[in-house]
């Protein structure tokens, strides 16, 4: 089973630049979140959808990130303009369907893409 | 939402057992308690979740005490390729599932 493709992995960029970065997630998986991992802490929730419809949306700073999900498989999450603060690596992950907290209610994640703005 | 507590750090021999303390006391009852962990540069990895009773998979042990407040995730023979950051986290009660990852511990094993 192909898992949750990204990319690009590496990419760097001037503030105030835009960047896109590109998730495919694991075939059938109707659920689909992205994370924001600075150095040294947790990944932290941006987004969340269900198909093509967003679940929770409520830790993406929306002034300057933005996502979407057609068709309700590849999704695309966006920054313009970038900050400083934005360097961090952008993590992909989905989960199966079935219900929340059971035995298949786990996340497969990606290898994230490492944002670095200078 | 149910909060955990790890240790930021911990270090173990290779070969010899691992054992991962996670808190959280405050976690409902419907609530799962999930094990995940990341290697360095890669994502998290899903390795073990369970409700109230002990769990074992070919990665993994889970210890759930009896009042759920705290659980051990248990490697019982750890290998160099175990060092990684290791999250515990519960799922977060209401309407929908939103997954938070708190810091983590970090396991170095050790030659």
């Known amino acids: 089973e192909a898992g949750v493709a990204q990319s690009p992995r590496y990419k760097i960029i001037e503030k105030r630049q835009s960047v896109a970065f590109w998730c495919n997630p694991i075939s059938g998986h109707a659920t689909l979140y992205w994370y924001q991992q600075i150095l040294g802490q947790g990944p932290k929730l941006l987004i969340q959808f269900q198909n093509n419809g967003v679940v929770d949306d409520s830790q993406l700073p929306k002034d300057r990130f933005s996502a979407e999900r057609l068709k309700g498989v590849d999704s695309t999450l966006k920054i313009q303009p970038a900050k400083l603060e934005d360097s961090a690596v952008y993590l992909c992950?989905?989960?199966?369907?079935?219900?929340?907290?059971?035995?298949?209610?786990?996340?497969?994640f990606g290898p994230g893409t490492r944002l670095t703005v200078l | 939402d149910a909060k955990t507590t790890q240790p930021t750090s911990m270090d173990c021999a290779e070969g010899r057992a691992a054992n991962l303390p996670c808190n959280h006391s405050t976690i409902s009852g419907n609530e799962y308690v999930y094990w995940y962990r990341q290697i360095h540069s890669q994502g998290p990895q899903y390795i073990i979740h369970g409700l109230k009773n002990n769990e074992t998979n070919e990665m993994a042990s889970l210890i759930i005490t009896e009042d759920r407040k705290s659980s051990t995730l248990i490697l019982p023979h750890a290998t160099l390729r175990d060092t990684a950051v290791y999250y515990c986290i519960v799922r977060v009660s209401g309407g929908s599932y939103i997954p938070t990852f708190g810091r983590g511990t970090s396991l170095i094993v050790h030659p």
């Open positions: 992950a989905s989960r199966p369907p079935g219900l929340a907290g059971g035995p298949a209610d786990t996340q497969y």
